[in-house]
Each structure stands twice: as structure tokens, then as C-alpha cells.
């Protein structure tokens, strides 16, 4: 490899390092867009193996969203929880589960007020849909829950 080729690649590998601890939020803008790109979100620090104590705090900030159109957008969440408090992230997934596309979404806000009053909206209507807001659960690595069939032992 001669010498500009190597420059190259050293410049490339530290803007992707740069890029790396300093992600951009990407959120969906348009319905326009694909389900792979519907599934954007940044990833967070506790995410990286850091502080599980930031992570609880974090998803204590958060709520998640059951039963949303998969017309729903960002920008269309955004304006609806957004008289609630400063919203730091809407994540919007969507899978096919038995032939049918189901679409959930995670807002995360500023303080975790403002995520406990935007439980208000449980059951409330967005895209012609019911939808339920819940707190987002602490997730436990490892845990599976008490599925019988997984049991260790007799």
C-alpha cells in the first residue's frame, strides 16, 4: 500500500472514531421512508457497558408506546407528547408478527416527571389508533421471566 493510500485509510478510521463517540440522532421525517430506515435511534452510553445506574435513570425517563399506525411518525409523536417536557429521543420499531406489521415506539424526556405525566395519554387516539403508554421497563440482562420449559433442574 504506498504512502496516500495509508494517509487515507488513517484519516478515514478517525473520523469513523469521531463519529463513533459522538452519534447523530436520526429520526424518521417522512413516512415515506422504509421500515430499515424507521429503525433509527442513537445508542446510549450505558448501552456501551458503563454505569448500570445511568441506564435506570434513563429508562426511568421513558415511555413506551403499544399499537401506533405505521403512518405514525417522529415529528407527529414529537407534537403530541411534547406539552409534557423537553423530549431527548423518539425511537419507532416496527416487525411483522404473524402476518401482521406491528409498530411501537420509545419516547425518552428530559426528567422523570415529564415521562409520568405523558402517561395521560394511555388509551388516547393518534393516526385514527388506540394507543397505550406505558413506562418503559428496567430491563434485567439475562432474565427471562418464569417460562417453565426453560427451568434448570427437576
Not at 421525517?29 to 448500570?52: F, I, M, T, Y
Not at 434513563?58 to 403530541?80: G, M, Q
Not at 385514527?128 to 439475562?142: A, E, Q, S, Y
Amino acid at each position: 500500500m504506498n504512502n496516500a493510500a495509508s494517509e487515507t485509510k488513517a484519516e478515514l478510521l478517525e473520523e469513523l472514531e469521531s463519529w463513533s463517540k459522538h452519534p447523530v440522532q436520526v429520526r424518521r421525517l417522512s413516512s415515506s421512508l422504509s421500515n430499515r430506515e424507521r429503525k433509527a435511534s442513537v445508542p446510549r452510553e450505558h448501552d456501551k457497558g458503563g454505569d448500570n445506574l445511568l441506564g435506570n435513570e434513563v429508562d426511568s425517563c421513558s415511555i413506551f408506546l403499544r399499537n401506533i399506525s405505521t403512518d405514525t411518525n417522529a415529528s407527529v409523536l414529537e407534537e403530541k407528547f411534547q406539552r409534557f417536557g423537553t423530549i431527548n429521543r423518539i425511537t419507532i420499531f416496527s416487525r411483522k408478527s404473524v402476518g401482521k406489521l406491528k409498530c411501537y415506539a420509545y419516547i425518552e424526556f428530559d426528567n422523570v416527571e415529564s415521562a409520568d405525566r405523558s402517561l395521560a395519554l394511555n388509551k388516547s387516539t393518534i393516526d385514527d389508533r388506540t394507543i397505550d403508554v406505558l413506562k418503559k421497563r428496567n430491563n434485567v440482562p439475562g432474565w427471562r421471566g418464569n417460562n417453565s420449559r426453560f427451568l434448570r433442574g427437576r
